[in-house]
């Protein structure tokens, strides 16, 4: 409800026009219907897309089946928060490095590097936020054309296209 503007103890009602949809996006699915995987090996699903936000944030729910992660970088303009849901990882950021179990959360602030892997023998399953979106959904849609984690030589280009800049090699998993 909306004060009125011609009598202060007057409310109205504010046209649904006014106020943004919510939008629900049940378990295993995407916000776009799309059924797809980074680099081929990392299935994804879009849960709050940067147009739903006016470009302020993009939430994807990301699933690990096997042990490993991306290359150490870094995004120039985006923070990126780590909520692990099942599994375990190995997040490393800046020279800090956490064990995250099930309901633990780090962020990794724009402009120091991090790496993440899924060091547990279960699968893993993580929502990952960056603020603000930038170009991160453009991102993703370019890596689901890939096949297999990418060489170094195609890593760089593509992270560089996108805001990010690879500083180093995927965390070792023991």
């Keep these: 409800m909306l004060a009125s503007r011609?009598?202060?103890?007057?409310?109205?009602?504010?046209?649904?026009t006014d106020v943004p949809r919510s939008t629900r996006i049940?378990?295993?699915?995407?916000?776009?219907?799309?059924?797809?995987?980074?680099?081929?090996v990392m299935p994804f699903a879009i849960k709050v897309s940067s147009r739903d936000s006016g470009g302020a944030s993009l939430v994807i729910e990301q699933a690990n089946a096997y042990r490993g992660g991306p290359p150490r970088h870094l995004h120039h303009d985006q923070d990126e928060w780590f909520?692990?849901?099942?599994?375990?990882?190995?997040?490393s950021i800046g020279e800090e490095t956490h064990r995250l179990m099930p309901g633990d959360s780090v962020l990794a602030p724009r402009r120091?590097?991090?790496?993440?892997?899924?060091?547990?023998?279960?699968?893993?399953?993580?929502?990952i936020a960056f603020w603000p979106a930038g170009r991160m959904e453009e991102f993703f849609d370019a890596a689901v054309e890939l096949d297999g984690t990418p060489a170094p030589d195609v890593a760089r280009p593509l992270f560089a296209a996108y805001g990010m800049e690879v500083v180093g090699p995927p965390l070792a998993v023991e």
């Design 26 to 40: 049940p378990v295993g699915e995407d916000r776009l219907g799309r059924s797809r995987s980074v680099f081929g």
């Design 83 to 91: 909520y692990v849901v099942e599994g375990e990882y190995v997040i």
């Design 112 to 127: 120091v590097p991090h790496a993440w892997a899924l060091v547990g023998h279960a699968p893993g399953r993580m929502v």
């Design 6 to 16: 011609t009598h202060p103890d007057v409310l109205e009602v504010a046209s649904l």
